[in-house]
Structure formats: C-alpha cells, structure tokens
C-alpha cells in the first residue's frame, strides 16, 4: 500500500518541481537583468514615430496606427529626461531634436525595417557609446477628461538601446496600454488608485512605458 502511495506521489512532486522551475525562469528577456557599467554615457535621442515599415529598427506598424502630433514630441522629450535622471546613477546626455537628420524619417519603399544603420550611423556622428532610442507606434489620446470618457488613452512606445561600436541593439524594451477602468477589469485595481481613479492622457500614460524601460533596460 505505502509502495502504491509513493508511486501516486512521484509524478505529481515531479509536476510540481517542474511548475516551480518555470515560475522562476523570465518571461522575457526584458526579465533578465541587466548591467550597464556607470563609465558609459548613454545618448539619448529625441523621440520619432516611424510612420512605415522601412523607419523601423524592428517589429511592424500597428494596423490603424495612431499618429501623435509633431508639436508634442518634444514634450515626451522632457518628460523622458525627467524619469531618467530621478535618481539616476550615471549620465545622460540628451540630444537636441535640430540635430535629428532628415533621412531617418524619409520614405522607402521596402516593408522591412532597415533604420539601425541609419541610427547606428547618426550614433556615430554624435560621439555616443550608447544610443537610446525612443519611439512611438500608436497613440490614440483620451476623448474626455479625467473624470469620465468615451474613448480612453492608448499607446504603445518602444525603447531600444544601441551598441555604436558593433551595430547591435543591446536591449528592446516594449509597452502597450489602453486604459481600462475598475469596472472593466477588476485585476487593474493596484493600477487604478495609483492614477487616483482618474482617467490619463496618452502621455502621461507613456510615462508608465518609460519607466518601464528604465527597469527592463538597467538605466
């Protein structure tokens, strides 16, 4: 009988074993953590929206994309520069939008991504060991106010960080959101009274992205 028991017993200890194993390894590689020595200067540059599949460094154009307005750019600027340098533990040196060349923004025909040589290229040209590329994908601002709305805030921005000296993206850092409210989903509830049950707008809802890519990327 206790032979049967422990027989019962094995496969469902190794089940188990196995479940923990997997609930320690990362979901990602944004899970890993990285260390990026305090020597290094990161260059960060202003931020772009590839508005075709030719401007991106990777990934694809979302379906409808939502396209943010040139005159508020520079305003995801300063509020970038302000996350980074809370607190931050190296230096940043930020780079003025006037400097941004044409031709990382001009049109190709080709569906592939083929903009890291342009911005390894533009790296170069400014003197960066590391470039930090901002960018946004989709943006759909909040219809409404605070209090109440029909359409709430959607965006996805992406982060990439780029070796200039061998060409490679070091780490990609991805965040997506559309608000959702208490109502609709009830597992948001921590993030809900951290935005003091208000709805955001699309940028102060990419402040979150942000974040999140200083702690995915170990800025």
């Known amino acids: 009988m206790q032979s049967r ?6 496969p ?16 990602s590689t944004a899970d890993v953590p990285r260390v990026i020595s305090p020597s290094y200067v990161i260059s960060v540059a202003p931020f772009t929206q590839p508005i075709n599949a030719s401007q991106l ?20 600027d300063r509020r970038f520069q302000t996350v980074l340098n809370a607190g931050a533990k190296r230096q940043y040196k ?16 080709s569906e592939q991504p083929q903009a890291l040589p342009l911005w390894v290229a533009y790296g170069k040209k400014q003197g960066a060991q590391l470039l930090l590329v901002p960018q946004v994908l989709d943006w759909h601002e909040r219809q409404g106010s605070k209090a ?8 996805r921005v992406e982060f990439f960080l780029i070796n200039i000296a061998n060409g ?3 780490s990609r850092s991805v965040f997506e959101e559309q608000q959702e409210g208490l ?11 951290k935005r003091h049950g208000q ?20 800025l």
């Open 5 to 10: 028991l422990r027989m019962l017993l094995l």
């Open 12 to 27: 469902a200890l190794c089940l188990l074993m196995i479940a923990c194993a997997c609930s320690r390894r990362p979901s």
């Open 57 to 76: 460094i990777t990934g694809h154009i979302p379906d409808n994309q939502g396209r943010i307005a040139d005159e508020q750019l520079p305003s995801l």
């Open 94 to 109: 930020f780079i003025n939008a006037i400097d941004l060349p044409k031709d990382l923004t001009r049109f190709h025909s």
């Open 148 to 155: 109440g709305v029909t359409q709430p805030a959607h965006v």
């Open 168 to 170: 490679n993206v070091m």
């Open 183 to 193: 109502v609709d989903n009830l597992l948001n509830v921590g993030t809900f009274f």
């Open 199 to 218: 709805w955001v707008t699309a940028e102060e809802l990419s402040e979150d992205g942000m974040r999140k890519a200083v702690k995915d990327m170990g």
